[in-house]
């Protein structure tokens, strides 16, 4: 199994979602790995084809990351979450 992984500063996701969209779909990347989310929760982050996972950053602004995993990897990637 071949593995396409991208890694993005994007600076602000909510408000670059579909350029994130359009990168992803023109590179066809099994992972997407992102910095500087800024996001507040993780709740709501969609995007057709991959899940989710990410962790805020609580109490300040800016900060926050997060992986986009293609849903048919997801059964070989075993999250590990920690505060």
Not at 24 to 52: D, P, Q, R
Not at 65 to 73: C, E, R, S, Y
């Given at each position: 199994?071949?593995?396409?992984?991208?890694?993005?500063?994007?600076?602000?996701?909510?408000?670059?979602?579909?350029?994130?969209?359009?990168?992803?779909?023109?590179?066809?990347?099994?992972?997407?790995?992102?910095?500087?989310?800024h996001l507040t929760?993780?709740?709501?982050?969609?995007?057709e084809g991959y899940?989710?996972?990410?962790?805020?950053?609580?109490?300040?602004?800016?900060?926050?990351?997060?992986?986009?995993?293609?849903?048919?990897?997801?059964?070989?990637?075993?999250?590990?979450?920690?505060?």
């Amino acid at each position: 199994m071949q593995i396409e992984l991208l890694y993005v500063n994007v600076r602000g996701l909510l408000s670059k979602m579909a350029s994130t969209k359009e990168v992803m779909s023109a590179t066809n990347a099994s992972i997407v790995c992102l910095t500087e989310t800024h996001l507040t929760e993780n709740n709501g982050i969609k995007i057709e084809g991959y899940s989710f996972f990410g962790k805020a950053r609580e109490g300040k602004s800016g900060g926050g990351v997060g992986i986009f995993v293609k849903n048919t990897m997801k059964q070989h990637v075993s999250p590990y979450y920690s505060n």
